[in-house]
């Protein structure tokens, strides 16, 4: 599958070099970005982002967790780790990207956004500038960007799912989360013009039961928002990864044999098997000249 999508990519950066406006030629390469949400709170969106990102990279592929839940400062508590710089510092031009983008010692990278996408509007042209050309770098140098979101439907929560070409929506059993999930998709669809979603089940007995929720959800929304979803796996309920995230440990790299490690590296191979679309306008500079203003390239 990896095999397919690098194939993939290779082709549309090879059709990719387009004049640019200085005349110039310029190979687009970029990120893929996957937001990885929830309506309801608590269901594994920060633990399955982290893990994404460990089996990704194991696929060889260079990952950036984009945590965007600064407010409870999640991926970071997750991995021990603690940062002291923020988007902020690159827009105030006192760092660069790179210096803000912190390690974990198990080789992840992780961006802490702003903890307010407000905070970010009211740039000057010159900050705007500094900041288009730090996301740049970004992604160019990173094949998968997953944006951990808050939980809800709040504008900021939709800001971050709007900049990301696709968005993973994360269902639990929980009656409510089918709930959340509905209004979440519901509201990006309707209000934020995203056309396309994903389904990880996860806290499940077994496939089945992982089936049986996401189909509960699909009929939903083909019935009242006639929006397509897609099923891109299930996850176990399973004690390895509590134990794991308990002690800041990622269940994939401390029980790699266990059911829900092996799980998650299947959901890994589906998402490098999502086929590339080069017409997307998702991108960093999609969420940069809407969310923030900053005009077209
Ligand atoms: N598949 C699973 N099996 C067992 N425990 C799980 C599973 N998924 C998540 N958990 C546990 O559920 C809790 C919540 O997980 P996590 O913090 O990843 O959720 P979240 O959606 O990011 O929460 P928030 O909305 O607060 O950001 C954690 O204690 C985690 O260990
Ligand atoms: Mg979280």
Redesign the pocket.
Known sequence: MFDQADNLRQIVAEAAVQPDKTDSLRLIRRARIFSIT?G??????????VNLAYALQQFNKRVLIVDA?LG?A?VNI?LGISSQWTLQHVIRQEKSIFEVIAESPDGLSILPAPSGIEEMTNLSAAQKLALKSQLDLLDQHYDFILI?T??GISSNVMAFNQMAQEVIV?LSPDPTSLADAYATIKVLATRYGVSGFHVIA??THNALHGRELFQKLEKICQRFLKVPIRHLGT?????K??QA??NQQIVVKQYPKAK?SQEILRIAESVGGIPYDPWSNRSIYFFLSNVLNLGQE
Do not use: C, E, F
């Not at 996850?235 to 004690?239: K, N, V, Y």
């Open positions: 929830s309801k709170g608590g269901v594994g969106k920060t633990n399955i982002a839940d409870l999640n997750l951990d808050a939980a994360i996860n806290h996850l176990s309920a399973d004690p990864l509590t995230s308990r829900i």
